[in-house]
Antibody, heavy 120, light 113 residues
């Protein structure tokens, strides 16, 4: 089955760290650019980070310098290392597959998301 | 960043009636070299991830019912549900992928009247 499954979310104190994972299956993971998109409770969708098939990385201004995206193609896995977390980072984090593969992309496959809560 | 603005924020439509959602981008998302609009539409039901409905502004994703259609070009786009069904109750988002960062509209909530 073609799917993405996120894990690693949870409750963390401000200033803390979390590492999110996204396990891909049913498709050739290494052939796709991959993204993280987040959604605050009752809020809209916000792009967080992207990684290309060649390992090039991109970040939103709101997370640049704090978050690091990576991928391990041999394990069909995508990661998001989140440091110096803030209350504003509280959201459901989705990993998403980019079908287009251009400078930016649109997302034809989404995971169910993992909830990150930053609170003391 | 390209700002995407949807209207209305919410709408209530009777079953079987037409629902129309508008999306405006702060700059053109039409790429002149291939004459394609870099615009997608998604549907998100409560507790679920977004689902791709439309890409290239008007190309329906496989498996999406043909009552969903996308139109427009440049900076102004429309998602139309020709005959609203109960299962179409959701929030709908437009998204540009003309440039990075990809940006989404704020969402339009569609309900049954």
């Amino acid at each position: 089955e073609v799917q993405l499954v996120e894990s690693g979310g949870g409750l963390v104190q401000p200033g803390g760290s979390l590492r999110l994972s996204c396990a891909a299956s049913g498709f050739t993971f290494s052939s796709y650019d991959m993204y993280w998109v987040r959604q605050g409770t009752g809020k809209g969708l916000e792009w967080v980070s992207a990684i290309g098939t060649g390992g090039d990385t991109y970040y939103s201004d709101s997370v640049k310098g704090r978050f690091t995206i990576s991928r391990e193609n041999a394990k069909n896995s995508l990661f998001l290392q989140m440091n110096s977390l803030r209350a504003g980072d509280t959201a459901v984090y989705y990993c998403a597959r980019d079908r287009y593969g251009g400078t930016s992309g649109y997302f034809d496959l989404w995971g169910r998301g993992t909830l990150v809560t930053v609170s003391s | 960043d390209i700002v995407m603005t949807q209207s209305p924020d919410s709408l209530a439509v009777s079953l079987g009636e037409r629902a129309t959602i508008n999306c405006k981008s702060s700059q053109s998302v039409l790429y002149s070299s291939n004459n394609r609009d870099f615009l997608a539409w998604y549907q998100q039901k409560p507790g679920q991830p977004p689902k791709l409905l439309i890409y290239w502004a008007s190309t329906r994703e496989s498996g999406v019912p043909d009552r969903f259609s996308g139109s427009g070009s440049g900076t102004d786009f429309t998602l139309t549900i020709s005959s609203l069904q109960a299962e179409d109750v959701a929030v709908y988002y437009c998204q540009q992928y003309y440039t990075i960062p990809p940006t989404f509209g704020q969402g339009t909530k569609v309900e049954i009247k």
